[in-house]
C-alpha cells in the first residue's frame, strides 16, 4: 500500500474489523516493524489508539502531568482547552476508574494532541462518543486541519466522509481511495 499524509489533510481509512487497520496505525506509529516497505515522517506525532493507554488508578490530571513530563512540555495549557472543548473539565480530579468510556476517550484524545503534533492518527477516535462529543470531535479535527496538522481518522466506518479530504478502504491489506459521493454513511 501507499499513503501520503501531508499537511492540513484530513484522511480516513475504512475497513472490516480484522482487515488490518489497527496493524497499519502501529506500523505508522512506529510501535510494529513492517514487513517490507519504509514509512518517512516528518514532524511530531500523536497518537490515539483504539484501546485505551490510561491506569484506572490515575486521575484525569495526573495523566496529564505524566505526559507533560514525557513529552516534554512546560505547561498544560494546551490540554487544558482540550478538556474545555471536549467538556469534561469537571473530571479532572477524577480517578479513570470512574470515567465512561467515552470520558476515558476523550482522555485518551487529549493526551494525543497535547504536545500539538504536526501528525495525528486515530484509530476509531470517536468510539463511546455521545452525539454532541462526536460533533465537536469533528470541529476540532477540522480545526487541526486548518492549522497545517495531517490527520488519519482510522474507522470500521465513516458516517461523516463528506468531511474528509480523501477516503481509502482497506480490504485484505490492500488500500484503495473511494469516491467520495457525500454525507452518507460509507460501512464494509
Known amino acids: ?13 475504512v475497513g472490516e474489523n480484522g482487515a488490518g487497520k489497527s496493524t497499519l496505525l502501529r506500523i505508522l506509529a512506529g510501535d510494529l516493524a513492517a514487513d517490507s516497505g519504509v514509512v518517512e515522517q516528518t514532524g511530531l506525532l500523536g497518537c490515539c489508539p483504539q484501546e485505551t493507554v490510561l491506569h484506572q488508578a490515575f486521575t484525569v490530571e495526573q495523566h496529564l502531568r505524566f505526559f ?5 512540555i512546560s505547561s498544560l495549557t494546551r490540554a487544558f482547552e482540550l478538556l474545555e472543548q471536549l467538556r469534561f473539565s469537571d473530571y479532572r480530579h477524577q480517578r479513570v476508574e470512574t470515567l465512561s468510556g467515552g470520558t476515558r476517550q476523550k482522555l485518551n484524545l487529549t493526551l494525543a494532541l497535547m504536545h500539538d503534533p504536526k ?17 465537536r470531535f469533528w470541529d ?12 488519519l481518522v482510522v474507522s470500521h466506518l465513516a458516517y ?25 454513511a460509507v460501512a464494509v
Do not use: N
Open 119 to 135: 501528525v495525528l492518527l486515530l484509530d476509531e477516535p470517536y468510539q463511546g462518543f455521545d452525539w454532541d462529543t462526536y460533533l
Open 160 to 184: 461523516d466522509a463528506s468531511r474528509l479530504d480523501a477516503l481509502y478502504r482497506l480490504h485484505a491489506g490492500v488500500l484503495l481511495e473511494t469516491d467520495q459521493a457525500g454525507p452518507e
Open 140 to 151: 476540532l479535527a477540522g480545526a487541526l486541519r486548518e492549522r497545517g496538522c495531517a490527520v
Open 1 to 13: 500500500m501507499s499513503l501520503d499524509l501531508h499537511a492540513g489533510r484530513l484522511v480516513g481509512i
Open 68 to 72: 507533560q513530563a514525557a513529552y516534554g
